[in-house]
């Protein structure tokens, strides 16, 4: 996970957070940076130097999207999870201070609508995911972040147990 480079675009299967909700995942693969013009409650594609919003004088808004793998009726499943710069920092930061965002899952909360809308990321308080499920989650199929890809639910059935074993129907903790 690279949180420094600005490519890509698009959008499809994306998790939604409602105010005061949190969600716990594991964030995986690229990480896609763009930036967006919000105008009457419609996104639009800021195009550079010949973006027509730009020129008008709307300013645009960094964004960036990752595939975050979390738990629905019992199967892990890739999501996309979009946010914008202080997010992008938050998890820069926690990268920087150590935190392996491939291995540790992290708990995005949000507070608030609109404008007043404000996201918290932490790493879970469970810790590094066990060698034998992050093994099973890789095995996920992701979405790609420019046009939806079909997804293959799995089954995962223990996150952070740190034994080996792998017994079927424990519950998943997050």
Not at 112 to 128: D, H, L, R
Not at 140 to 150: N, P, Q
């Amino acid at each position: 996970m690279d949180f420094t480079k600005e490519l890509g675009n698009g959008d499809t299967n994306f998790i939604k957070i409602a105010s005061g909700a949190s969600i716990t995942g594991l964030l995986t693969g690229d990480v896609r940076t763009f930036h967006q013009h919000t105008i009457n409650k419609s996104f639009f594609p800021c195009m550079g130097n010949t973006c027509q919003y730009c020129q008008q004088g709307d300013k645009k808004q960094f964004k960036f999207k990752i595939n975050i793998l979390v738990t629905e009726n019992g199967a892990m499943i890739a999501k996309i999870f979009q946010g914008g710069w202080k997010v992008y920092q938050q998890l820069g930061a926690l990268q920087k201070n150590g935190f392996d965002l491939t291995q540790i899952p992290v708990v995005i909360q949000r507070q608030g609508t609109g404008m007043a809308t404000v996201y918290t990321v932490m790493p879970s308080p469970k810790g590094a995911i066990n060698p034998k499920a992050l093994e099973q989650m890789r095995a996920v199929k992701l979405l790609a972040l420019e046009k939806e890809v079909e997804q293959t639910p799995r089954t995962v059935t223990s996150l952070h147990d740190q034994s080996d074993s792998f017994e079927d129907g424990e519950e998943i903790p997050f």
